[in-house]
C-alpha cells in the first residue's frame, strides 16, 4: 500500500479564471469610479472543490467580484483580495510586485500570528490582481497572484498521498461528509479540523475549536477544501493552512501531521468524494519565527514563465465591433434560413459607387448597408435644398440650411454615423452630358471630370447609375461598358420605376451576323441590353425639351425600387438562384392589379449603346479608340448619337406612328 | 381534450436510453410534431409567470440537492424578477481561434522569485466556461435559454469554436438548421451579448411535452410535471447543458 518515501511536498498553483462580466465591470469602474486612483480596491474570487478529473484548479472572478457583498457560487469558496489598476502600462510594467505581494504576505502573517485567521479562515485565501485597462483599444493587461507564505520552508510528506477510501470506511466518510455539511457548507469555510471520536466517527469542527479538542486528547487532522484533481499533490490553499498551523499548533499537532484535501464533486446527480486525498505530513524546520517568512504566488502566463498576460476583448466589447458581427450575423442568419448558397463574403467585400445621392443613391446606399456592403462611394454635384430630407433619407433638416451641404459627403458622413464599419466616400462631381455643349473654357474641366470618374469606376464593381436625368446616365453607361463592371440603373417617375442591369459584353462576340428575329428563350448575359439599347431616341438635353424623364418627384415607393436593385446585385453574387430578371418596371397606380404590379423584362442588346446588329459595339469602341474626343462630340452635336449609331437613318426609315405603336404594346 | 391520467415524460431522456443520439432524434421529431400541430391549430403551452416561478424554484431545490450548481438570481426589473444560472468549465481539447497578439513587450520579471514548493504543472489547454441562463419571456410566455461560452481570460469563444466544440453527430444534424433557433441578443439584465435559443418554438414544443404520455405507465394518476425541466432537458444538450435524469426522479418523487 502506501510505501514510506520522504520528499518535499509541492503545491499546486492556481490558475486564474476570468469572466467577460469581470472586465466589463473593471472598465465601468475605472470610468465612474476609480478614474486615477491607482490605490488597492477590494475585490472577491472564488474556487471549487468540485471540479471534474483533470482540470486545473482555479480562482475565478465574475462580474460580481467588485460588489461589496458578493455572493459566491454555492459548494465555491472565497478567495478575497484586492486589484491594483495601474494608469499607463508603464505604471503597470514600472510597478514594485515583491513590495505588492509582501503587502499581502504581512497581512496574512499577521492575521495568523494574532490568531484572527482561526476565527476566520477565509483570511488564509488571498489574491493580488495587477492590471492596466486600455479602454481604447479593450486591451487588458493583467497579473495574477495567489499570496503562499513559505513557512514551514520545509514540508515532507511521510508517505505517499493515499485515496480517502483506502483509509476510512464508507461509514466513516458519510459521517464526515454530514458534518461537513452541517458546519462548513452553509457559511462556505474551506478550513475545517477533522476528529476522529472513539467510536470511530469522524467529526468536522470549526477551527477555533482546536485547543478544546486537544484538551480532550482526540487525534486532531486538518481539512480544507482542495481545487486541485491531482492524485498526487495539493492544492494551494494549503499552504497558508501549514503556516498557520506551524505557526499555532506546531507542538500540539505532533511529528505526523494527517491532512483531508477534500475534493467533494457530482457526477450524474450523486455525490462522490472518492478522490480526496490523505496526506501524511511533517515539518522539517518549523522554528518559529518572528518576522513575517518569505512569499511567492505571482501566476506563470501562458507561455509558463512568471509574467502577465494580455487579452484583447475589442470583439466582445467595442460597440463598433459588436455593430459589425451583429449585422453579419443577421446576414448568417437570412443564409442559413433563406438563401444557403449566398456569398456574404463576396457581397461585403463589393465595392458599389453610387452616382447620385439623391432620393435613390440615399435609399440604395442604405439598403446595401443591410446586405452587408462595407465599401461605398457616392457621387454627387448638388447640395442639399430644404425639399429634399423628407425624401432623401440620409439627410436632415439642418443639412439643407445656409445653403446646404453637399449632398455626397453630407450623405457618406450618415451613412458612417448609421454604422461605423462601413468605409463610406462622398465626392462632390458633375458628369457630362451628351447634347450637353461643352464650351472651350470649360473643356478642361470637364476633361478632368471624365478622368475621375473613369477611374472611381475602375475603382469600384458595381456601378449605380441613380441620377435624376436619362442624358446623364449615358457616360458612366459607356465607361461602365467598356470596363466590362456590373451596371445598375434604376430611375423613378411619379408612378413608375425601372430598374436595368446593363448587360456585360463580350470582348468576342460569337455570333454577332445572327439575324434570327424570334424571341429567344433565353439571353445570354453579353447579349443583354443597358439602359439606352432599346431606345430609339438619342439622349439629349431634356432639360430644354422637358420631356417627361424627369424623375426624383414626388414619390414614397424609393425603397420598394431600391429594394428591387439590391436583389438585383445580390442575386448576381448568387448565380444558383436561377434566372435573374434583367430588368423590373412597374407602375403604382391602384388599377393595376397586385400580380402585375412589377414586370420583369428582358432588353436585348439592340440599339443605341451597342448599335444596331451590324455595328453591333459602334458607341463602345468610338470610345475605346477615340477616348476624349469621341465623348466631346457626343456632348457637343446634338446629332452625333444618331448619326454614329444608324437611329437617324431608322427614323427615315420608320413612320413614326409605328414606332410609337410599338411602344405602347410594350407597356402593357 | 382530456389532460388526466397523463404523466410528464422526458423525452431526451426516453430517447438517450435508446439511441446515443438523443437529441437529434428527439429535436427531429418535436420539430415534425411542432409543425402538426401548428398546422392543426393547436395552441401552444402557455407557461404563465407563477408556473415559471415554481418551476424555477424546483429546480433550484433539486439542483441543491444534487449538486448541479443552478443559482437562482433575483433582479428587480419589470414583473419577472428571477432567473436561473449556472456554469460549467469544460477542457474541449480546442484552442483558441482567436490569434493571439504580441503586443506584450513586458520583459519577463526578474524580480519575482519561482520557489521549489510549487509544482510546475505541463502547460494546460485553455479550458473553456460554459454560462447558462433561463428567463422568462413575457411576449413568448415561454423559457428563453441564453448562453455564452468564454476562455479562461475571459475571450467570448466565436460562434465557430462553439459550434466546433459539439459533437460531430450535432454538426451534422445542425450544419442547415443552427441559425433557426440560435440568434444572438443582449442579454436583458447583464447588458453583455449573449446567444439565445429562440423561444419562437418553445410553447409548441411544450404544449407537445403536455401530450406526451407513457404508455408503460402502471399508474397513469395524476400529473406531477416541471415544464422548465421538460423543456430544459431537451434543448440544452444540443449547447453542452446537461440535465441529470435525477429531476426527472425527483419531480416524480414529490408525489
Same mark, same amino acid.
Given at each position: 500500500?502506501?510505501?514510506?518515501?520522504?520528499?518535499?511536498?509541492?503545491?499546486?498553483?492556481?490558475?486564474?479564471?476570468?469572466?467577460?462580466?469581470?472586465?466589463?465591470?473593471?472598465?465601468?469602474?475605472?470610468?465612474?469610479?476609480?478614474?486615477?486612483?491607482?490605490?488597492?480596491?477590494?475585490? $472577491?474570487?472564488?474556487?471549487?472543490?468540485?471540479?471534474?478529473?483533470?482540470?486545473?484548479?482555479?480562482?475565478?472572478?465574475?462580474?460580481?467580484?467588485?460588489?461589496?457583498?458578493?455572493?459566491?457560487?454555492?459548494?465555491?469558496?472565497?478567495?478575497?483580495?484586492?486589484?491594483?489598476?495601474?494608469?499607463?502600462?508603464?505604471?503597470?510594467?514600472?510597478?514594485?510586485?515583491?513590495?505588492?505581494? %509582501?503587502?499581502?504576505?504581512?497581512?496574512?502573517?499577521?492575521?495568523?500570528?494574532?490568531?484572527?485567521?482561526?476565527?476566520?479562515?477565509?483570511?488564509?485565501?488571498?489574491?493580488?490582481?495587477?492590471?492596466?485597462? @486600455?479602454?481604447?483599444?479593450? /486591451?487588458?493587461?493583467?497579473?495574477?497572484?495567489?499570496?503562499?507564505?513559505?513557512?514551514?520552508?520545509?514540508?515532507? !510528506?511521510?508517505?505517499?498521498?493515499?485515496?480517502?477510501?483506502?483509509?476510512?470506511?464508507?461509514?466513516?466518510?458519510?459521517?464526515?461528509?454530514?458534518?461537513?455539511?452541517?458546519?462548513?457548507?452553509?457559511?462556505?469555510?474551506?478550513?475545517?479540523?477533522?476528529?476522529?471520536?472513539?467510536?470511530?466517527?469522524?467529526?468536522?469542527?470549526?477551527?477555533?475549536?482546536?485547543?478544546?479538542?486537544?484538551?480532550?486528547?482526540?487525534?486532531?487532522?486538518?481539512?480544507?477544501?482542495?481545487?486541485?484533481?491531482?492524485?498526487?499533490?495539493?492544492?494551494?490553499?494549503? #499552504?497558508?493552512?501549514?503556516?498557520?498551523?506551524?505557526?499555532?499548533?506546531?507542538?500540539?499537532?505532533?511529528?505526523?501531521?494527517?491532512?483531508?484535501?477534500?475534493?467533494?464533486?457530482?457526477?450524474?446527480?450523486?455525490?462522490?468524494?472518492?478522490?480526496?486525498?490523505?496526506?501524511?505530513?511533517?515539518?522539517?524546520?518549523? %522554528?518559529?519565527?518572528?518576522?513575517?517568512?518569505?512569499?511567492?504566488?505571482?501566476?506563470?502566463?501562458? #507561455?509558463?514563465?512568471?509574467?502577465?498576460?494580455?487579452?484583447?476583448?475589442?470583439?466582445?466589447?467595442?460597440? &463598433?465591433?459588436?455593430?459589425?458581427?451583429?449585422?453579419?450575423?443577421?446576414?448568417?442568419?437570412?443564409?442559413?434560413?433563406?438563401?444557403?448558397?449566398?456569398?456574404?463574403?463576396?457581397?461585403?467585400?463589393?465595392?458599389?459607387?453610387?452616382?447620385?445621392?439623391?432620393?435613390?443613391?440615399?435609399?440604395?446606399?442604405?439598403?446595401?448597408?443591410?446586405?452587408?456592403?462595407?465599401?461605398?462611394?457616392?457621387?454627387?454635384?448638388?447640395?442639399?435644398?430644404?425639399?429634399?430630407?423628407?425624401?432623401?433619407?440620409?439627410?436632415?433638416?439642418?443639412?439643407?440650411?445656409?445653403?446646404?451641404?453637399?449632398?455626397?459627403?453630407?450623405?457618406?458622413?450618415?451613412?458612417?454615423? &448609421?454604422?461605423?464599419?462601413?468605409?463610406?466616400? =462622398?465626392?462632390?462631381?458633375?458628369?457630362?452630358?451628351?447634347?450637353?455643349?461643352?464650351?472651350?473654357?470649360?473643356?478642361? %474641366?470637364?476633361?478632368?471630370?471624365? #478622368?475621375?470618374? +473613369?477611374?472611381?469606376?475602375?475603382?469600384?464593381?458595381?456601378?449605380?447609375?441613380?441620377?435624376? $436625368?436619362?442624358?446623364?446616365?449615358?457616360?458612366?453607361?459607356?465607361?461602365?461598358?467598356?470596363?466590362?463592371?456590373?451596371?445598375?440603373?434604376?430611375?423613378?417617375?411619379?408612378?413608375?420605376?425601372?430598374?436595368?442591369?446593363? =448587360?456585360?459584353?463580350?470582348?468576342?462576340? !460569337?455570333?454577332?451576323?445572327?439575324?434570327?428575329?424570334?424571341?429567344?428563350?433565353?439571353?445570354?448575359?453579353?447579349?443583354?441590353?443597358?439602359?439606352?439599347?432599346?431606345?430609339?431616341?438619342?439622349?439629349?438635353?431634356?432639360?430644354?425639351?422637358?420631356?417627361?424623364?424627369?424623375?426624383?418627384?414626388?414619390?414614397?415607393?424609393?425603397?420598394?425600387?431600391?429594394?428591387?436593385?439590391?436583389?438585383?446585385?445580390?442575386?448576381?453574387?448568387?448565380?444558383?438562384?436561377?434566372?435573374?430578371?434583367? %430588368?423590373?418596371?412597374?407602375?403604382?397606380?391602384?388599377?393595376?392589379?397586385?400580380? @402585375?404590379? *412589377?414586370?420583369?423584362?428582358?432588353?436585348?442588346?439592340?440599339?443605341?449603346?451597342?448599335?444596331?446588329?451590324?455595328?453591333?459595339?459602334?458607341?463602345?469602341?468610338?470610345?475605346?479608340?477615340?477616348?476624349?474626343?469621341?465623348?466631346?462630340?457626343?456632348?457637343?452635336?446634338?446629332?452625333?448619337?444618331?448619326?454614329?449609331?444608324?437611329?437617324?437613318?431608322? /427614323? +427615315?426609315?420608320?413612320?413614326?406612328?409605328?414606332?410609337?405603336?410599338?411602344?405602347?404594346?410594350?407597356?402593357? | 381534450?382530456?389532460?388526466? #391520467?397523463?404523466?410528464?415524460?422526458?423525452?431526451?431522456?426516453?430517447?438517450?436510453? &435508446?439511441?446515443?443520439?438523443?437529441?437529434?432524434?428527439?429535436?427531429?421529431?418535436?420539430?415534425?410534431?411542432?409543425?402538426?400541430?401548428?398546422?392543426?391549430?393547436?395552441?401552444?403551452?402557455?407557461?404563465?409567470?407563477?408556473?415559471?416561478?415554481?418551476?424555477?424554484?424546483?429546480?433550484?431545490?433539486?439542483?441543491?440537492? *444534487?449538486?448541479?450548481?443552478?443559482?437562482? /438570481?433575483?433582479?428587480?426589473?419589470?414583473?419577472?424578477?428571477?432567473?436561473?444560472?449556472?456554469?460549467?468549465?469544460?477542457?474541449?481539447?480546442?484552442?483558441?481561434?482567436?490569434?493571439?497578439?504580441?503586443?506584450?513587450?513586458?520583459?519577463?520579471?526578474?524580480?519575482?522569485?519561482?520557489?521549489?514548493?510549487?509544482?510546475?504543472?505541463?502547460?494546460?489547454?485553455?479550458?473553456? !466556461?460554459?454560462?447558462?441562463?433561463?428567463?422568462?419571456?413575457?411576449?413568448?410566455?415561454?423559457?428563453?435559454?441564453?448562453?455564452?461560452?468564454?476562455?479562461?481570460?475571459?475571450?467570448?469563444?466565436?460562434? +465557430?469554436?462553439?459550434?466546433?466544440?459539439?459533437?460531430?453527430?450535432?454538426?451534422?444534424?445542425?450544419?442547415?438548421?443552427?441559425?433557426?433557433?440560435?440568434?444572438?441578443?443582449?442579454?436583458?439584465?447583464?447588458?453583455?451579448?449573449?446567444?439565445?435559443?429562440?423561444?419562437?418554438?418553445?410553447?409548441?414544443?411544450?404544449?407537445?411535452?403536455?401530450?406526451?404520455?407513457?404508455?408503460?405507465?402502471?399508474?397513469?394518476?395524476?400529473?406531477?410535471?416541471?415544464?422548465?425541466?421538460?423543456?430544459?432537458?431537451?434543448?440544452?444538450?444540443?449547447?453542452?447543458?446537461?440535465?441529470?435524469?435525477?429531476? =426527472?426522479?425527483?419531480?416524480?418523487?414529490?408525489?
Amino acid at each position: 500500500m502506501n510505501t514510506s518515501v520522504k520528499s518535499q511536498l509541492q503545491f499546486v498553483p492556481y490558475n486564474s479564471a476570468l469572466d467577460p462580466g469581470f472586465w466589463h465591470q473593471l472598465s465601468q469602474k475605472k470610468l465612474d469610479v476609480y478614474g486615477l486612483d491607482e490605490e488597492l480596491k477590494a475585490i $472577491t474570487g472564488f474556487y471549487t472543490n468540485g471540479d471534474a478529473d483533470s482540470l486545473p484548479s482555479r480562482v475565478n472572478l465574475d462580474f460580481t467580484a467588485f460588489n461589496k457583498n458578493a455572493s459566491i457560487p454555492p459548494r465555491c469558496y472565497c478567495c478575497n483580495g484586492f486589484i491594483k489598476n495601474t494608469n499607463t502600462v508603464d505604471g503597470f510594467k514600472s510597478c514594485d510586485k515583491k513590495q505588492l505581494l %509582501q503587502q499581502q504576505a504581512d497581512q496574512i502573517w499577521s492575521d495568523i500570528t494574532s490568531g484572527k485567521a482561526i476565527e476566520d479562515p477565509s483570511l488564509l485565501s488571498k489574491l493580488l490582481l495587477l492590471t492596466f485597462a @486600455d479602454l481604447k483599444k479593450y /486591451h487588458y493587461y493583467y497579473w495574477f497572484a495567489f499570496p503562499a507564505l513559505c513557512y514551514p520552508c520545509h514540508v515532507d !510528506t511521510i508517505t505517499t498521498p493515499s485515496q480517502i477510501d483506502e483509509v476510512f470506511t464508507e461509514k466513516q466518510i458519510a459521517g464526515l461528509l454530514a458534518s461537513f455539511d452541517e458546519v462548513c457548507l452553509p457559511k462556505q469555510i474551506g478550513y475545517f479540523l477533522v476528529s476522529e471520536d472513539v467510536d470511530d466517527t469522524l467529526r468536522v469542527l470549526h477551527l477555533s475549536q482546536f485547543d478544546q479538542l486537544h484538551n480532550s486528547g482526540k487525534k486532531i487532522m486538518l481539512g480544507f477544501c482542495d481545487p486541485c484533481t491531482l492524485k498526487t499533490n495539493p492544492g494551494w490553499p494549503l #499552504r497558508n493552512f501549514l503556516a498557520l498551523a506551524a505557526n499555532q499548533w506546531s507542538s500540539k499537532l505532533g511529528d505526523e501531521i494527517t491532512v483531508i484535501c477534500l475534493r467533494d464533486r457530482f457526477k450524474d446527480g450523486k455525490r462522490n468524494v472518492s478522490h480526496s486525498i490523505l496526506l501524511k505530513l511533517r515539518f522539517v524546520d518549523a %522554528q518559529s519565527v518572528t518576522e513575517c517568512p518569505k512569499c511567492v504566488g505571482w501566476e506563470k502566463n501562458e #507561455r509558463q514563465k512568471l509574467g502577465p498576460r494580455m487579452v484583447n476583448l475589442s470583439a466582445n466589447m467595442d460597440p &463598433i465591433r459588436l455593430a459589425e458581427s451583429a449585422v453579419d450575423l443577421n446576414l448568417k442568419l437570412m443564409r442559413w434560413r433563406l438563401l444557403p448558397e449566398l456569398n456574404l463574403e463576396k457581397i461585403s467585400t463589393t465595392r458599389c459607387l453610387l452616382l447620385g445621392a439623391g432620393t435613390l443613391g440615399c435609399n440604395v446606399a442604405r439598403c446595401l448597408l443591410g446586405w452587408g456592403v462595407r465599401t461605398v462611394t457616392l457621387v454627387d454635384n448638388a447640395t442639399i435644398s430644404y425639399s429634399n430630407p423628407v425624401r432623401q433619407s440620409l439627410f436632415v433638416f439642418e443639412d439643407s440650411l445656409h445653403g446646404g451641404k453637399p449632398k455626397a459627403e453630407t450623405a457618406a458622413a450618415a451613412l458612417c454615423k &448609421i454604422f461605423p464599419g462601413v468605409k463610406a466616400r =462622398g465626392i462632390c462631381l458633375s458628369i457630362a452630358m451628351p447634347g450637353h455643349s461643352v464650351s472651350d473654357s470649360i473643356k478642361d %474641366q470637364v476633361q478632368k471630370d471624365v #478622368r475621375q470618374l +473613369e477611374s472611381l469606376i475602375d475603382d469600384h464593381d458595381v456601378i449605380f447609375l441613380l441620377m435624376d $436625368t436619362r442624358e446623364s446616365r449615358w457616360l458612366p453607361t459607356v465607361i461602365g461598358a467598356a470596363k466590362q463592371k456590373i451596371v445598375i440603373s434604376a430611375a423613378l417617375g411619379f408612378d413608375t420605376y425601372l430598374v436595368v442591369r446593363h =448587360g456585360v459584353k463580350k470582348r468576342q462576340l !460569337t455570333d454577332s451576323s445572327s439575324t434570327d428575329t424570334s424571341i429567344p428563350s433565353v439571353i445570354p448575359g453579353d447579349k443583354l441590353g443597358c439602359y439606352f439599347c432599346n431606345d430609339v431616341v438619342a439622349p439629349g438635353d431634356c432639360a430644354k425639351s422637358r420631356t417627361s424623364n424627369v424623375v426624383d418627384i414626388v414619390n414614397g415607393y424609393a425603397a420598394a425600387d431600391t429594394s428591387a436593385k439590391d436583389e438585383h446585385l445580390t442575386k448576381d453574387f448568387s448565380a444558383p438562384l436561377g434566372l435573374v430578371p434583367h %430588368q423590373a418596371n412597374s407602375w403604382f397606380l391602384v388599377k393595376i392589379s397586385q400580380s @402585375d404590379a *412589377i414586370k420583369f423584362s428582358i432588353r436585348q442588346m439592340y440599339s443605341m449603346l451597342t448599335a444596331p446588329r451590324k455595328e453591333q459595339f459602334t458607341i463602345i469602341e468610338a470610345y475605346e479608340k477615340d477616348g476624349f474626343d469621341f465623348l466631346l462630340s457626343a456632348f457637343n452635336k446634338p446629332k452625333y448619337l444618331e448619326d454614329l449609331t444608324g437611329l437617324t437613318k431608322l /427614323h +427615315e426609315e420608320t413612320m413614326d406612328e409605328e414606332i410609337w405603336g410599338f411602344t405602347d404594346d410594350e407597356d402593357d | 381534450m382530456s389532460h388526466g #391520467r397523463r404523466r410528464p415524460i422526458q423525452i431526451g431522456w426516453l430517447l438517450a436510453s &435508446i439511441t446515443r443520439q438523443p437529441l437529434i432524434a428527439s429535436l427531429d421529431f418535436y420539430c415534425l410534431i411542432a409543425s402538426q400541430l401548428q398546422m392543426a391549430g393547436c395552441s401552444t403551452y402557455v407557461l404563465t409567470e407563477k408556473e415559471f416561478t415554481a418551476n424555477a424554484n424546483q429546480l433550484i431545490s433539486i439542483s441543491n440537492s *444534487i449538486g448541479d450548481n443552478w443559482q437562482l /438570481h433575483h433582479f428587480k426589473d419589470g414583473d419577472v424578477d428571477c432567473y436561473l444560472s449556472k456554469r460549467l468549465t469544460k477542457d474541449l481539447k480546442l484552442s483558441p481561434s482567436y490569434e493571439g497578439e504580441s503586443v506584450l513587450d513586458l520583459e519577463e520579471e526578474n524580480e519575482v522569485e519561482d520557489d521549489v514548493n510549487t509544482l510546475s504543472t505541463a502547460s494546460v489547454g485553455e479550458l473553456c !466556461t460554459f454560462e447558462y441562463h433561463v428567463m422568462y419571456s413575457s411576449s413568448y410566455a415561454a423559457p428563453v435559454l441564453y448562453f455564452t461560452a468564454y476562455w479562461q481570460d475571459g475571450h467570448l469563444l466565436s460562434l +465557430e469554436d462553439l459550434w466546433a466544440s459539439l459533437s460531430k453527430i450535432y454538426q451534422c444534424r445542425l450544419r442547415a438548421d443552427r441559425w433557426t433557433f440560435v440568434t444572438q441578443q443582449e442579454h436583458p439584465v447583464l447588458h453583455r451579448p449573449f446567444y439565445q435559443l429562440h423561444p419562437c418554438k418553445t410553447g409548441l414544443l411544450m404544449a407537445l411535452m403536455r401530450e406526451c404520455k407513457d404508455t408503460q405507465s402502471s399508474h397513469g394518476d395524476g400529473i406531477i410535471r416541471n415544464m422548465l425541466v421538460s423543456w430544459l432537458s431537451t434543448v440544452g444538450p444540443v449547447v453542452h447543458l446537461d440535465i441529470p435524469v435525477q429531476y =426527472g426522479i425527483s419531480i416524480q418523487d414529490h408525489k
